[in-house]
Nanobody, 125 residues
Framework: QVQLAESGGSLVQPGGSLRLSCAAS????????MSWVRQAPGKGLEWVSN???????EYAGSVKGRFTISTDTPKNMLYLQMNSLKPEDTAIYYC???????????????????WGQGTQVSVSS
């Protein structure tokens, strides 16, 4: 049974940093693409970043240069280091995974089969 569990969300001031974690279980971690997707209040799902089985990261333009995705494969952990946070980064952040076969599908949240429960990130002074 695939399970994803996010943690690390919090209230932070603009310009601050947070590190989100996602603990994965029930599948071979290196076989699936792993992604961070967020949902701001009143808005739809927005892909943030992904890392494929080959370890190559991709980022949405809105977070590029500020966020860093990484994995610890032996521990089945996914991370998102978020720096220089802005109020518009406020959202519920989800960890998502699944077998992604086409490059263009990586930024499409609907292509991911498995989701965590989400962790709230709030950026406000």
């Amino acid at each position: 049974q695939v399970q994803l569990a996010e943690s690390g969300g919090s209230l932070v001031q603009p310009g601050g940093s947070l590190r989100l974690s996602c603990a994965a279980s029930g599948f071979t971690f290196s076989n699936f693409a792993m992604s961070w997707v967020r949902q701001a209040p009143g808005k739809g799902l927005e892909w943030v970043s992904n890392i494929n089985s080959g370890g190559s990261p991709e980022y949405a333009g809105s977070v590029k240069g500020r966020f860093t995705i990484s994995t610890d494969t032996p521990k089945n952990m996914l991370y998102l280091q978020m720096n220089s946070l802005k109020p518009e980064d406020t959202a519920i952040y989800y960890c998502a995974s699944g077998p992604i076969y086409y490059y263009d599908d990586y930024p499409n949240p609907s292509k991911y089969n498995y989701w965590g429960q989400g962790t709230q990130v709030s950026v406000s002074s």
